[in-house]
Structures are given as structure tokens and as C-alpha cells.
């Protein structure tokens, strides 16, 4: 969902977050990946401007915090 609101592909995930294309797949398969691998991605999102909504009744999700901050933190 955060990359998709970012409006990246899985090439850009990789890139931006220094990690393989097959990376981001067995993610979003929810295959099991490295906590360090988990936290790098997390960090990547949060600069990009996602926010991380915790679970609730209705289970996690994510959300822009601001489009300017996701325009001046992607590389170009």
C-alpha cells in the first residue's frame, strides 16, 4: 500500500532502499524477510512521507503525511 501511494514501482522501492527488486516481491508476497531489511524499507517510507497507521479494530494501514515532503525526498 505505501508503495503504491508513493506511486512507485518495485524498481524504485529497490533503488530508493538500496535493496534487490526480488526483495520487494517476496515482501509483498509476505514472505519472511531480515528485521534489518524490514527496518531499512520502513525508513525509506517514513522519509518519503508515509506514516505508518498503527492496528486498530479495522488492522494497520498508511498515509501520505504531506505530497511536498514525498516529492523532495524522492532521489531523482
Known sequence: MARVAL???VRDLAKYANV????ISRLERG????S???D??????E???IEFIPEDA????VRLRERLEVRAATPD
Do not use: I
Open 40 to 45: 531499512d524499507l520502513r525508513r525509506t517510507f
Open 58 to 61: 479495522k488492522g494497520p494501514g
Open 20 to 23: 534487490s527488486t526480488d526483495t
Open 47 to 49: 522519509a518519503a512521507g
Open 36 to 38: 534489518r531489511t524490514l
Open 7 to 9: 506511486g512507485w514501482g
Open 31 to 34: 514472505e519472511v524477510l531480515k
